[in-house]
């Protein structure tokens, strides 16, 4: 099993930047995909982003060309690049590990876009 940590969640005003990390532990890291999700109130969770243990990529269109996921399998760590945010990327931002049918969550951050 893998437990997630995410943190860098805060308050960004629209155009800003900001990074999310989440911290894996417990298990090989590498070999799990990794992603993150978002989720507004009222919204249902949805990806943001994902990144396979090849390091394949794969982005909502809604973020395409401003968010970038990478991770760095040294550390254990699983990243969200966001440039150029707006109102609409509020949310609770989740990290997810994948492993077959496996799936762990992390307990969220909070992103907030406003001015």
């Known amino acids: 099993q893998v437990q997630l940590v995410e943190s860098g969640g805060g308050l960004v005003q629209p155009g800003g930047s900001l990074r999310l990390s989440c911290a894996a532990s417990?298990?090989?890291?590498?070999?799990?995909?990794m992603g993150w999700y978002r989720q507004a109130p009222g919204n249902q969770r949805e990806l943001v982003a994902g990144?396979?243990?090849?390091?394949?990529?794969n982005y909502a269109d809604s973020v395409k060309g401003r968010f970038t996921i990478s991770r760095d399998n040294a550390k254990n760590t699983v990243y969200l690049q966001m440039y150029s945010v707006k109102p609409e990327d509020t949310a609770v931002y989740y990290c997810?590990?994948?492993?077959?049918?496996?799936?762990?969550w992390g307990q969220g951050t909070q992103v907030t876009v406003s001015s």
């Open positions: 417990g298990s090989i890291f590498s070999i799990y995909a």
């Open positions: 990144i396979t243990s090849g390091g394949t990529t």
């Open positions: 997810n590990a994948r492993l077959g049918s496996y799936h762990s």
